[in-house]
């Protein structure tokens, strides 16, 4: 014998839809408050303000059917979110050669500044763009007699300002890829004028892709997606994140993708683009190609930077870019045992050129250290 105590029958088909309902509540919780494991905490207050498809729902939403609908399209959007914040950057081993490459294949752009001519280029003349100089071009911010006749045609004058701020560095950056792009070679790679470049090992890692393919490469120097404002029109604005790879460490751009860049960085426009977003030059790279192109950045950790501890780098003969610094009163610079002392090569470039090419002339036989 029953009883009815007033209370509505439940069948057993919406016991499950209750059920379900019900699962998709903890399980979007759970996620909002405590986050997959090994990734970065979301802040949902921007979810919480969009779109009426994509808010949580009310008391005011009838039917079991629609709440579910409304926490699906809130979860994926959930789900998004977290990918493009968490998702690093493409970090691949090549399987093998794919395009035959020779150094006169590539343009290096070294960005520089009159007041470290003597200071800096003058070693990496002596060094690693003595051997390529067909290849290498000087981005810098004013004439140099002594520069020009060793460097003829290759020294760029920009007749940017010399300072180290945004627009600067994007006046230089725009001459580097408007000159690229006239020389019809497959290559633009960036460096720093601290950088040395083991051409050798550039063109290795290069020769396994193929330069009328969409191939960003290079190396974070962040542990995360960069973020930006994006200004729409004059009112509006909308955050933008992406990947760039760090100018400090180099980094290199397929004649296919560099194309494709030509809206947003072809005459002039590239200085528009970085103040657009109020960034410095190899971030509005990045913001180019990952952003607007939605090409991922492929990480390699050949490149480096005198942001990391260079004394931690091994197997110096295979690296693509080096560099040096100070941190804290210290030297940052690779370890390498070489002809010349630390006191005679504080930067260490003349004793890895030595490492790489004994051959040449000015470096001492190696049997006398």
Known sequence: MSINVGRPKHTPASAGTTVTVTCVVLIVLLIVAVGHPGSPVLDVAPLRNADKADKEPTAADSGSGSRVKVFSAYFSKLARERRAISAPPRSRAPTGP????SPVDLFIAVKATGKYHRQRLDLLLETWISRNLKQTYVFTDGEDEKLRKRMGAHL?????????????????????????INSGKKWFCHVDDDNYVNVGSLVKLLSHYSHTHDVYIGRPSLERPIEATERLGTTHTKQVRFWFATGGAGFCVSRGLALKMSPWASDGTFMATAEHIRLPDDCTIGYIIEALL???????????????????V??????????????ESSRNTVTV???????????????????LYPDTPWCPSLQRH
Do not use: W
């Open 156 to 180: 760029i004058n920009t007749n940017c300002s010399a300072a180290h701020n945004r627009q600067a560095l994007s006046c230089k950056m725009a001459q580097e890829y408007d000159t690229f």
């Open 337 to 355: 045992r070489g002809p010349f002392s630390t006191n005679e090569d504080p930067t260490r470039f003349r004793s890895v050129h030595c490492l």
């Open 294 to 312: 939605g090409v991922s950045l492929i990480r390699s950790p050949l490149f480096h930077s005198h942001l990391e501890n260079l004394g931690l």
């Open 98 to 101: 794919v395009e035959s490459l």
């Open 314 to 327: 091994s197997d110096i003969r295979n690296q693509v870019t080096l560099s040096y610094g100070t941190v």
